[in-house]
């Protein structure tokens, strides 16, 4: 059964820093690529960050130079490192993965999500 488990949210000031995990299991994790994405309420689930399996990496625009995106394949994990946090940031921010292992925003390619975990920047 998959799995995914998100963890690390919360409130962080603007400009603050913030490391999003995601625990997974029940796949083959090196195989597939891993995306992070995000949805504020009243809006669109919004692709922010994704890794493929081989390690490459893509970028949203407005987090480019910001945020980081990693994997650790002996632990089944992925990262979002945020940093530089702002006001158009704060969303329930969830870990999916895609079998395809490639670096695509497909976004119909990311058939396993997890509950997702909150991030609230204020001062």
């Known amino acids: 059964q998959v799995q995914l488990v998100e963890s690390g949210g919360g409130l962080v000031q603007p400009e603050g820093s913030l490391r999003l995990s995601c625990a997974a299991s029940g796949f083959t994790f090196s195989t597939f690529a891993m995306g992070w994405f995000r949805q504020a309420p009243g809006k669109d689930r919004e692709l922010v960050s994704i890794?493929?399996?081989?390690?490459?990496?893509y970028y949203e625009d407005s987090v480019k130079g910001r945020f980081t995106i990693s994997r650790d394949n002996a632990k089944s994990t992925t990262y979002l490192h945020m940093n530089i946090l702002k006001s158009e940031d704060p969303a329930v921010y969830s870990c999916?993965?895609?079998?395809?292992?490639?670096?695509?925003?497909?976004?119909?390619?990311?058939?396993?999500w997890g509950q997702g975990t909150r991030v609230t920047v204020s001062s």
């Open positions: 890794i493929s399996s081989a390690g490459y990496t």
């Open positions: 999916e993965a895609s079998h395809r292992g490639i670096l695509s925003t497909r976004l119909d390619d990311f058939r396993y």
